[in-house]
């Protein structure tokens, strides 16, 4: 289970991560809809490549697993509040991938 969580988790943000480096249109309308500022999308990219790296990179060395994945939570954690303040409030692609962070997180966890 922690195998196939942390794949997903990473295939999932790995594709967000490469959106923001291509500077996605969506990634840019998402970000004049929360008030970020656009040139924030390649370094948030780059962010969340890294984490996406650090859970693959975990399956070999378990604590950076670990740590990718609560840096990927406080991420997400952070990342909602510009989420709330956007109208409207739409927290389900924000929900998705907070849940799967904390899944990477909780089973890194308990895997060992």
């Given at each position: 289970m922690y195998v196939a969580i942390t794949l997903l988790t990473a295939a999932v943000v790995g594709m967000a991560?490469?959106?923001?480096?291509?500077r996605h249109p969506y990634g840019r309308a998402q970000a004049e809809r929360q008030g970020v500022p656009v040139s924030w999308q390649v370094p948030l990219g780059f962010v969340l490549g890294a984490g996406a790296l650090g859970l693959l990179v975990g399956l070999a060395v378990p604590v950076l697993g670990t740590v990718a994945a609560a840096c990927l939570v406080a991420y997400f954690v952070v990342a909602f509040?510009?989420?709330?303040?956007?109208?409207?409030?739409r927290i389900g692609p924000w929900a998705v991938y907070f849940v799967l962070a904390v899944a990477s997180l909780v089973t890194s966890l308990t895997a060992r």
């Open positions: 991560a490469v959106a923001n480096l291509a509040v510009p989420e709330v303040r956007a109208r409207p409030l």
